[in-house]
C-alpha cells in the first residue's frame, strides 16, 4: 500500500442517523465539478458554519444509515476535500459506502461512544477504534479495500495496477 491509512486520529464531529447525500452536499451545488466548491459547502444542510470549523484530519463519527439518499459521489468527494480524513458510523448506505471507496475516503462502521471535540484514533487494518482509555470493535474492511484507499480511490488504483 503506498499510503499508511490503517491508522487515523483527529478531532470528532458528531452527526446522528440517517444523515443523507442532500445534507452533506446539498443538490444546488452539483453543477460544477470545483472541489472547492464541494468542500465549501460540505454539510451545510445540517450545519452551515461546518465548513469553516472542519480542520484536515478531522473525523466524523455518526450513527445509523450514513450517506442515505441518492447515489451522489459528490457527497464523499466533498467530505475528503473538506479535509475529513475518516467516517466512523454504526452503519452506512450501500452506494455511499461503495462511492467513498471509490473516491479515496476512509469508512469503517462501529459504534463508539464519544463527545464532539475528542480524539479518537481509528486502526483500519485491525479493525478497532480507540477513545481514551476505551476500545470498540469495528468492521474490518478487507484488504483490497484498504489497498484502493491507500492508492487514493479505485481509478488511482487501477492506474497503478495497470503500469
Not at 452551515?48 to 459528490?74: H, L, M, W, Y
Request: aromatic letters at 6%; charged letters at 25%.
Amino acid at each position: 500500500m503506498n499510503k499508511n491509512i490503517n491508522r487515523i486520529s483527529g478531532k470528532v464531529w458528531k452527526f446522528g442517523d440517517n444523515i443523507d447525500t442532500d445534507v452533506i452536499i446539498p443538490g444546488k451545488y452539483l453543477r460544477t465539478t470545483d472541489m472547492n466548491v464541494f468542500a465549501s459547502h460540505v454539510m451545510e444542510g445540517i450545519d452551515p458554519g461546518f465548513p469553516k470549523k472542519v480542520k484536515t484530519g478531522d473525523i466524523i463519527v455518526a450513527g445509523k444509515n450514513f450517506g442515505c439518499g441518492s447515489s451522489r459521489e459528490q457527497a464523499p468527494l466533498a467530505l475528503k476535500h473538506a479535509g475529513i480524513a475518516c467516517i466512523v458510523a454504526e452503519s452506512f448506505a450501500r452506494i455511499f459506502f461503495r462511492n467513498a471507496i471509490n473516491v479515496g475516503l476512509p469508512i469503517i462502521e462501529a459504534k463508539i461512544d464519544c463527545s464532539e471535540g475528542d480524539i479518537i484514533e481509528i486502526d483500519l487494518g485491525n479493525g478497532i477504534v480507540k477513545h481514551k482509555d476505551k476500545t470498540f470493535s469495528a468492521t474490518k474492511l478487507p484488504d483490497f479495500l484498504r489497498e484502493i484507499l491507500a492508492d487514493g480511490g479505485l481509478v488511482e488504483h487501477r492506474k497503478k495496477v495497470s503500469s
